[in-house]
């Protein structure tokens, strides 16, 4: 096998291993920080045909909007050649701001003091979601998710939603846990890759979830997976 060759398999390998329709992401970010705080945002892409993982992990001042944190999200993602689209801004919410992530392999998010967020799989139900709670003095939430569901022989569309309670304190498989339980109340099905990760699957009715948004706030961290890649040894 000519070296040419071996390069080419192993970019076709990079591309097949990425789950079909799973890789445009969608980051939103609203309100402003009531106090200079810390914000963090990790986001792995594909650039090239190989993965890529840009950081931001800054202290930020007081009145800092969600949408200058886009902005600057993006002026970085830029740099590091990930392919990114910053939405049109809001009329009624200037301090909002959305970017869309071509190629997205996952979104790590961390909030607080007053900016809020959501990161969104738009094509497909992510791989994987993991809850990391603040501290025991932080504040509790109520973990927001919402999903489009399309049934594969009806292709009838509908939007459900899931709340699930969720102390400050708790480590990550307790919340796991509890979106296991809320999931089946809700008769979602899910599965459980590790003891701290929850993955999305379908409705009871069979319908498939085609695209999950997940809210978070006040200092939680949400790691959502939506792709992975395969390495040419494997």
Do not use: Y
């Amino acid at each position: 096998m000519t070296l040419r060759t071996a390069l080419l398999a192993s970019l076709l390998l990079v591309l097949a291993s990425l789950a079909p329709g799973q890789s445009l992401a969608q980051l939103r970010l609203e309100g402003s920080l009531s106090t200079a705080a810390r914000v963090e945002i990790e986001v792995g892409a594909l650039v090239k045909g190989e993965p890529r993982i840009l950081e931001l992990r800054a202290f930020l001042a007081e009145g800092t909007t969600g949408a200058d944190v886009i902005r600057l999200l993006a002026g970085r993602m830029q740099s590091a050649e990930i392919h990114s689209h910053v939405g049109s801004a809001a009329v009624k919410d200037p301090g909002a701001g959305t970017l869309f992530i071509e190629q997205a392999l996952h979104v790590n998010l961390r909030l607080d003091q007053g900016i809020r967020g959501s990161v969104t799989a738009c094509e497909g139900a992510p791989l994987s979601l993991k809850v990391i709670a603040p501290d025991k003095d932080g504040l509790d939430l109520s973990l927001l998710l919402s999903a489009n569901a399309i049934h594969p022989v009806t292709r009838a569309s509908k939007t459900v939603s899931l709340e699930v309670p969720m102390a400050a304190g708790n480590h990550s498989a307790q919340n796991c846990e509890a979106l296991m339980e809320a999931a089946v109340t809700a008769k979602w099905g899910c599965d459980r890759p590790k003891a701290d990760l929850w993955r999305p699957l379908r409705l009871s009715d069979g319908s498939r979830l085609e695209g999950v948004s997940v809210q978070t706030k006040n200092g939680w961290r949400v790691e959502v997976t939506l792709a992975q890649v395969a390495r040419s040894d494997e």
